[in-house]
T-cell receptor, first 113, second 113 residues
């Protein structure tokens, strides 16, 4: 079946550094790619998303890039802060299943002060 | 209350018990979802309701029974569960089902003894 691969599974950075998380997807019909942040004891919260008609989107310290040819997309966080520490999930819509989302396994990001 | 709420937040039940999880969304959305989140695994979509009609049942065992009486409320009825069903159960909603932004509740942490 279709799947989304996410790397790395854990990432530790120093405060102020940049963090990059990468995902690849298998369904060539995917056209919607959200990123979620999940803090301890909470549900996932959308932080940024991108659709297939654009290659890059930025929102303050967070950016997402999409390469449809290679079927991969990445999350970039600049000037990381301790409050960025959380688990981050990428997802891709399934083209043949009413656009339901399929998720990666998550990346646990730790930002050290 | 705003957003997506779930009750209870924690539930411990025996294998012979019957219990229900409740989800309520205050966003005026028309689609609601149940997901299962287990350690080291991607979020697993269980059920999708769009305008109160079930549009997806992702091969979920019959011991899980969803109910959607209206667009704002979603239930998951549980009976004769197994210990491997212990997980975080997340509810989400979106404007419509498909490649649309999903908003998650905080989840119900379920433990089956």
């Amino acid at each position: 079946g279709e799947n989304v691969e996410q790397h790395p599974s854990t990432l530790s950075v120093q405060e102020g550094d940049s963090a990059v998380i990468k995902c690849t997807y298998s369904d060539s019909a995917s056209n919607y790619f959200p990123w979620y942040k999940q803090e301890l004891g909470k549900g996932p919260q959308l932080i940024i998303d991108i659709r297939s008609n654009v290659g890059e989107k930025k929102d303050q310290r967070i950016a997402v890039t999409l390469n449809k040819t290679a079927k991969h997309f990445s999350l970039h966080i600049t000037e990381t802060q301790p409050e960025d520490s959380a688990v981050y999930f990428c997802a891709a819509s399934l083209g043949g299943s009413q656009g339901n989302l399929i998720f990666g396994k998550g990346t646990k990001l730790s930002v050290k002060p | 209350e705003t957003g997506v709420t779930q009750t209870p937040r924690h539930l411990v039940m025996g294998m012979t018990n019957k219990k229900s999880l409740k989800c309520e969304q205050h966003l005026g959305h028309n689609a609601m979802y149940w997901y299962k989140q287990s350690a080291k695994k991607p979020l697993e979509l269980m059920f999708v309701y769009n305008f109160k009609e079930q549009t997806e049942n992702n091969s979920v065992p019959s011991r899980f029974s969803p109910e959607c009486p209206n667009s704002s409320h979603l239930f998951l009825h549980l009976h004769t569960l197994q210990p491997e069903d212990s997980a975080l159960y997340l509810c989400a909603s979106s404007q419509v089902a498909g490649a649309d932004t999903q908003y998650f509740g905080p989840g119900t942490r379920l433990t089956v003894l």
